[in-house]
């Protein structure tokens, strides 16, 4: 009698997380695709693998889990067995992650600088590539790639010293000309291996 309670508790307990896990996965798949649509064009180039990623994360998750609560509910050995082989490539494809992770730590700021030199070279070329590369420098308090002397090297802002108005510390008519440290964002980048 004892035992069978706690094969009932067992079961509803799997079924509850498997329950929980499954909703998480339905929110992944709703943001991811509420990102997808929503951001459009992103400043930083290849970031759009990033909201598909985690829609994919929230698809997987929903069938593993959906497995996980059937098999558990209804108590089939088959599901059962489709959630734990599952369960056992999710783990192998979570240890493969991190070690690809350590492996190629460094290339991912390179990727990343890349991208926003690109976005810095198109600038005025695509309305909304402009207005997200603005709203990027607003939001992080920052101008260009490295500093605002990044701008210098396209024509349109070398011609007349001036850099996009995004880039002032306070907007103001004028702020974005002659720049200097004491009218636009100026981030330096801290040194590999230093601490924060």
Excluded at 31 to 60: C, D, H, Q, S
Aim: net charge neutral.
């Amino acid at each position: 009698m004892a035992i069978e309670g706690g094969m009932k508790c067992v079961k509803f307990l799997v079924f509850f997380f498997n329950f929980i896990f499954w909703v998480c996965g339905v929110a992944l798949i709703a943001i991811g695709i509420y990102v997808l649509l929503g951001l459009g064009r992103a400043p930083v180039g290849g970031a759009g693998w990033t909201p598909a990623a985690v829609l994919v994360l929230g698809v997987v998750i929903f069938f593993t889990s959906f497995f996980g609560c059937c098999g558990a509910w209804r108590e089939s050995y088959c599901m059962v067995t489709t959630f734990a082989v599952l369960l056992s490539l999710i783990f192998l494809v979570e240890i493969a992650a991190a070690i690809t992770g350590y492996v190629f730590k460094h290339k991912v700021h390179g990727l990343v600088e890349e991208g926003l030199w690109e976005a810095v070279r198109s600038y005025d070329k695509d309305p909304s590539l402009t207005a997200a590369l603005d709203a990027f420098q607003q939001e992080f308090s920052c101008c260009g790639v490295d500093n605002y002397t990044d701008w210098a090297s396209l024509e349109q802002f070398r011609a007349n010293d001036s850099v996009p108005s995004s880039c002032c510390r306070q907007p103001s008519p004028g702020c974005n000309v002659r720049p200097s440290p004491a009218t636009v964002f100026t981030r330096v980048r801290p040194l590999p291996n230093s601490s924060p």
